[in-house]
């Protein structure tokens, strides 16, 4: 989902908080080939039913931006939850009481149906969050990549590694425009966070690289 689209939303079923206005910049500025799962290295997991409502506690929303965000966008580096694991969630969810579906109707196409937090889903994530958090877990396709290139192809070593910290200047260069436009003190803290990881992954690579460089 765009920021656009995003936007629109926001406009129509309330205000979008700044933090997930920062998001949606960010996946409008992204090229293709950057995905938020590379922004921060680590890859936290958290269940789909605490992401749902997590998502709804910042605006409403419907079940197929839910979907995209939690899917393939935004949201994707908090979870791995599948497409078809969204609307099962969300029907749970409603049954429970935790959120509310409003029908929209729409000229000429099917109607929308619009998804938001009541007070006992807000009560239920407040206790979900009261838990410690699972570890989070690194998942990188580039290590993978250098292991195996050392192996059978020590020659593409050289570019894997120019070419990643390439790949993390950028990522730390938008995220610095991102936190310079900023106000929210969780959103900032994020984005510094991410910034540090980006910039120590780029240390150690420029540092430690040249031990497997020919």
């Known amino acids: 989902m765009t920021y656009d689209k995003q936007s629109k939303i926001s406009a129509n079923y309330g205000q979008q908080p700044t933090m997930m206005a920062s998001i949606f910049t960010l996946l409008k500025r992204s090229p293709p080939h950057i995905s938020l799962n590379d922004i921060i290295i680590l890859k936290a997991v958290m269940d789909i039913r605490t992401l749902c ?15 995209k965000m939690v899917a393939e966008g935004a ?14 969630a ?3 969810l409603t049954d429970e009481g935790l959120i509310d579906c409003r029908t929209e109707l729409q000229d000429n196409r099917p109607d929308k149906k619009i998804y938001s ?21 690194n998942r990188s396709e580039f290590l993978a990549a250098l292991l195996f290139a050392e192996a059978v192809s020590p020659n593409r070593i050289d570019a894997l590694i120019s070419d990643r910290i390439n790949h993390h200047h ?14 929210g003190k969780a959103a900032q803290f994020v984005l510094r966070y991410g910034i540090v990881m980006q910039e120590a ?7 430690y690289g040249t031990e497997l460089q020919n």
């Open 170 to 183: 950028a990522q730390i260069k938008m995220l610095q425009a991102l936190l310079a436009k900023e106000d």
């Open 75 to 88: 949201f994707s580096f908090f979870s791995e939850a599948s497409y078809g694991s969204i609307y099962p």
């Open 53 to 67: 409502l997590g998502i709804l506690s910042l605006g409403d929303t419907t079940g197929y931006d839910i979907k």
């Open 90 to 92: 969300l029907t749970k």
């Open 201 to 207: 992954a780029t240390r150690f690579l420029e540092e």
């Open 117 to 137: 937090l009541t007070a006992a889903g807000r009560s239920a994530l407040e206790a979900s969050l009261t838990h410690t958090p699972k570890p989070d877990r």
